[in-house]
């Protein structure tokens, strides 16, 4: 589910239902980096491809927003795409419960998240 493209209402009744995501994607500006939009668009089919429920916050916010809103609704798992990041081959991803921080390369993301989740 994309952040930007749900309406709050959708977005409250999966939450009150308890069917949370397991992952959360925050690009970093993707209005303005078309490899940050392409690449949340690749990761977030290929989670979904897996399985896996995905939350993208794609909205025209600052990071720490973002990250405050990816709390609130108690996402363990956070992958962030920059485009810093694409150009050194790797995704940025950090366990909110733990704190783990890992640079995962952008080919290993998918199995990485699976390996976390389970």
Excluded: C, W
Excluded at 51 to 70: A, C, Q
């Amino acid at each position: 589910m994309y952040l930007s493209r749900s309406n709050i209402t959708e977005l409250r009744t999966k939450i009150e239902k308890q069917q949370g995501f397991q992952v959360a994607i925050v690009p970093m500006q993707p209005a303005t980096f078309l490899n940050v939009r392409i690449a949340t668009d690749s990761l977030y089919k290929s989670l979904k491809d897996a399985g896996i429920s995905v939350l993208v916050d794609d909205r025209n916010k600052k990071p720490n927003n973002k990250f405050e809103v990816v709390s609130f609704l108690k996402i363990r798992h956070r992958v962030v795409i920059s485009s810093r990041s694409i150009s050194a081959g790797v995704f940025e991803y950090k366990d909110l419960e733990t704190d783990y921080f890992e640079k995962v390369p952008e080919k290993e993301i998918v199995d990485f998240l699976l390996k976390m989740i389970i």
